[in-house]
Nanobody, 128 residues
Framework: QVQMVESGGGLVQVGGSLTLSCAAS??????????IGWFRQAPGKEREFVAA????????NYAANVAGRFTISRDSAKNVVFLQMNSLKFEDTAVYYC???????????????????WGQGTQVTVSS
Protein backbone atom coordinates (compact mmCIF):
# COMPACT_ATOMS: atom_id res chain seq x y z
CA GLN A 1 0.00 0.00 0.00
CA VAL A 2 1.03 3.54 -0.69
CA GLN A 3 -0.42 6.42 1.29
CA MET A 4 -0.66 9.81 -0.37
CA VAL A 5 -0.97 12.96 1.71
CA GLU A 6 -1.61 16.37 0.22
CA SER A 7 -0.71 19.65 1.89
CA GLY A 8 -0.33 23.31 1.07
CA GLY A 9 -3.92 24.22 0.36
CA GLY A 10 -5.50 27.36 1.71
CA LEU A 11 -7.10 30.68 0.93
CA VAL A 12 -5.49 32.84 -1.75
CA GLN A 13 -6.52 35.91 -3.67
CA VAL A 14 -7.22 35.99 -7.37
CA GLY A 15 -3.94 36.25 -9.23
CA GLY A 16 -2.01 34.77 -6.35
CA SER A 17 0.10 31.64 -6.10
CA LEU A 18 0.07 28.47 -4.07
CA THR A 19 2.19 25.34 -4.04
CA LEU A 20 0.66 22.01 -3.19
CA SER A 21 2.72 19.06 -2.01
CA CYS A 22 1.93 15.39 -2.20
CA ALA A 23 3.97 13.10 0.01
CA ALA A 24 3.97 9.36 -0.41
CA SER A 25 4.53 6.91 2.41
CA UNK A 26 4.25 3.20 2.93
CA UNK A 27 5.61 1.00 0.20
CA UNK A 28 7.50 3.78 -1.48
CA UNK A 29 10.62 1.85 -2.28
CA UNK A 30 9.62 2.07 -5.91
CA UNK A 31 8.06 5.52 -5.86
CA UNK A 32 9.66 6.13 -9.20
CA UNK A 33 7.48 3.34 -10.58
CA UNK A 34 4.39 5.46 -10.07
CA UNK A 35 2.93 7.95 -12.46
CA ILE A 36 1.53 10.81 -10.35
CA GLY A 37 -1.51 12.90 -11.13
CA TRP A 38 -3.31 15.85 -9.62
CA PHE A 39 -7.08 16.05 -9.87
CA ARG A 40 -9.58 18.48 -8.40
CA GLN A 41 -13.23 18.56 -7.56
CA ALA A 42 -15.31 21.69 -7.13
CA PRO A 43 -18.67 21.66 -5.32
CA GLY A 44 -21.36 20.16 -7.49
CA LYS A 45 -18.91 19.16 -10.19
CA GLU A 46 -17.18 15.98 -11.19
CA ARG A 47 -13.56 15.30 -10.39
CA GLU A 48 -11.37 16.59 -13.19
CA PHE A 49 -7.81 16.06 -14.30
CA VAL A 50 -5.35 18.87 -13.58
CA ALA A 51 -1.82 17.67 -14.24
CA ALA A 52 0.33 14.58 -14.27
CA UNK A 53 3.99 13.65 -14.32
CA UNK A 54 5.64 10.51 -15.62
CA UNK A 55 7.66 8.10 -13.56
CA UNK A 56 10.96 9.65 -14.51
CA UNK A 57 9.64 13.19 -14.38
CA UNK A 58 10.54 13.65 -17.99
CA UNK A 59 7.00 14.05 -19.26
CA UNK A 60 4.19 16.22 -17.94
CA ASN A 61 0.60 16.73 -18.97
CA TYR A 62 -1.76 19.55 -18.14
CA ALA A 63 -5.42 20.25 -18.53
CA ALA A 64 -6.03 23.02 -21.02
CA ASN A 65 -7.51 25.32 -18.37
CA VAL A 66 -4.35 25.26 -16.23
CA ALA A 67 -1.60 24.96 -18.86
CA GLY A 68 0.82 27.85 -18.60
CA ARG A 69 -0.25 28.62 -15.03
CA PHE A 70 0.41 25.35 -13.17
CA THR A 71 3.63 23.36 -13.01
CA ILE A 72 3.97 19.81 -11.75
CA SER A 73 7.30 18.44 -10.58
CA ARG A 74 8.60 15.55 -8.51
CA ASP A 75 11.43 14.77 -6.16
CA SER A 76 11.59 11.01 -6.23
CA ALA A 77 14.43 10.91 -3.72
CA LYS A 78 12.04 12.45 -1.19
CA ASN A 79 8.87 10.78 -2.49
CA VAL A 80 7.21 14.13 -3.04
CA VAL A 81 5.32 15.68 -5.93
CA PHE A 82 4.58 19.38 -6.18
CA LEU A 83 1.97 21.43 -7.96
CA GLN A 84 2.95 25.07 -8.34
CA MET A 85 -0.13 27.14 -9.10
CA ASN A 86 0.21 30.69 -10.38
CA SER A 87 -2.27 33.30 -11.59
CA LEU A 88 -5.04 31.60 -9.70
CA LYS A 89 -8.63 32.21 -10.74
CA PHE A 90 -11.96 31.86 -8.97
CA GLU A 91 -12.63 28.72 -10.98
CA ASP A 92 -9.55 27.05 -9.52
CA THR A 93 -11.38 26.75 -6.22
CA ALA A 94 -11.70 23.04 -5.45
CA VAL A 95 -10.43 20.18 -3.37
CA TYR A 96 -7.19 19.01 -4.92
CA TYR A 97 -6.20 15.36 -4.85
CA CYS A 98 -2.99 13.63 -5.79
CA UNK A 99 -2.96 10.07 -7.00
CA UNK A 100 -0.42 7.42 -7.88
CA UNK A 101 -0.80 4.90 -10.63
CA UNK A 102 1.46 2.00 -11.45
CA UNK A 103 0.02 1.23 -14.86
CA UNK A 104 -0.90 4.72 -16.00
CA UNK A 105 0.54 5.69 -19.35
CA UNK A 106 0.32 8.55 -21.80
CA UNK A 107 -3.03 7.37 -23.05
CA UNK A 108 -4.64 7.08 -19.62
CA UNK A 109 -2.94 9.86 -17.67
CA UNK A 110 -6.10 11.98 -17.49
CA UNK A 111 -8.39 9.16 -16.36
CA UNK A 112 -8.95 9.00 -12.62
CA UNK A 113 -9.98 5.36 -12.68
CA UNK A 114 -6.52 4.30 -13.76
CA UNK A 115 -4.85 5.56 -10.59
CA UNK A 116 -4.41 3.17 -7.70
CA UNK A 117 -3.81 5.31 -4.62
CA TRP A 118 -5.40 8.60 -3.63
CA GLY A 119 -4.90 11.17 -0.94
CA GLN A 120 -7.65 12.76 1.14
CA GLY A 121 -7.41 16.07 -0.66
CA THR A 122 -6.53 19.62 0.27
CA GLN A 123 -8.86 22.59 -0.13
CA VAL A 124 -7.86 25.50 -2.33
CA THR A 125 -10.06 28.56 -2.20
CA VAL A 126 -9.50 31.54 -4.47
CA SER A 127 -11.20 34.74 -3.41
CA SER A 128 -11.26 38.39 -4.38
Amino acid sequence: QVQMVESGGGLVQVGGSLTLSCAASGRTQAFSNYHIGWFRQAPGKEREFVAAISRTGGRTNYAANVAGRFTISRDSAKNVVFLQMNSLKFEDTAVYYCAAGQTVNTGTTTIAGHYDYWGQGTQVTVSS
